[in-house]
């Protein structure tokens, strides 16, 4: 086959249920109507495929994100910053004393490509991997259609700020961004700006709540404003984290609406270390060697808080830095 891209993606023809098989190194990938099955030289696995697609959306639209971008407690990815790791066991206790855990790693242009072509021929036309479930169709079935606007939705990342003139602009009605039923008491009113003389055309500013009421996606932080490696990374969460993130630094969050619950595992072994219930106004800042999945019993407003610093994985994982940011 091919796809659009310099890098070649290894596929097969499309099986009884209309879907192509996949190949990245010693794994194997594919899917029927209902399960994605990967396999590997010591083992395979079996995910729900929209549990599967919902992840492979993150892990593409992200970049790899930071750190681990786990699919469940068995597969997924570790982002090196131009590689990746594509792993199955490798942070489960039980797969790694048996021995039966497998990594490579890969080019990030190669999994990326591979990744890209599997969601895309995944995905069934009505089934938005990005959506809450009561907002999507169904992922289930033999293959019919595609959703290619959904899942190459463009992903909100500020070189400023949102509403800077030339950055990321603000989300209304009229650009396809109505207020979500969950959200219809958020105020819609914005700042008033009084600039002095000359300066009219420096200072922005915007109503967060109004901005993060209007968005169309569950689970997608969008970097809304930088300051150096300080980024504001708000998203709106609704059921369940699709992914089980394992992180290579610290993550502050602030609750901004409602309520989230955070199942905190340690990021290597998977044992259980926290539960926490954040409510409007709760801060928390999540250490750096553990793994953590958020349920949002109903559409919530988060704001993460990343750093981006290129040297803090070293840093943490060399013992020169702490895992957690404050010592008590
Ligand atoms: C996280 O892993 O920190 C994370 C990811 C996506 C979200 C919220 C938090 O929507
Ligand atoms: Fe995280």
Known sequence: MSVASPVSVQSGEANQHGYRPF??????????????????????????????????????????????????????????????????????????????????????????????????????????????????????????????AAITRHRVTASRMVSVPGDEGLRSDDNGHPVNRQFADVGQDEPELHPAAGFEGEVSSFNLFAYLSRSPVTWNPSVVSVCGDSLYCPTTEEYILPIIHGNDRVEWFIQL????????????????????????????????????????????????????????????????????PIQI
């Open 23 to 148: 190949r990245l190194g010693e794994f194997a990938f594919s899917r029927d109507e209902y399960f994605v099955y990967v396999e590997w030289p010591t083992g395979k696995h079996v995910m729900s495929a929209d549990a599967f697609l919902k992840a492979l959306q993150r892990d593409v639209a992200w970049q790899f994100f930071y750190g681990i971008v786990n699919f469940d407690g068995v597969v997924g990815t570790v982002n090196h910053y131009g590689t990746v790791d594509l792993f199955a066991g490798r942070y489960n206790d039980a797969y790694r004393k048996a021995e039966l855990d497998h990594q490579e790693n890969f080019g990030t242009p190669v999994i990326k490509a591979t990744f890209e072509a599997m969601l895309d021929d995944w995905t069934n036309e009505g089934f938005d991997p990005f959506a809450s479930p009561t907002e999507t169709g169904s992922a289930f079935g033999d293959k019919h259609g595609d959703n290619r």
């Open 257 to 324: 609406s409602d309520e989230l619950i955070w199942n905190v595992e340690d990021r290597d072994t998977g044992a259980a270390r926290a539960k926490v219930t954040m409510r409007a106004g709760d801060v928390s800042a999540m250490p750096a060697d553990i793994r953590h999945q958020g349920y949002a019993p109903k559409r919530a407003m988060l704001l993460v808080w990343e750093n981006a610093d290129p040297d803090l994985p070293g840093l943490i994982s060399s013992g020169q830095l702490p895992s957690v």
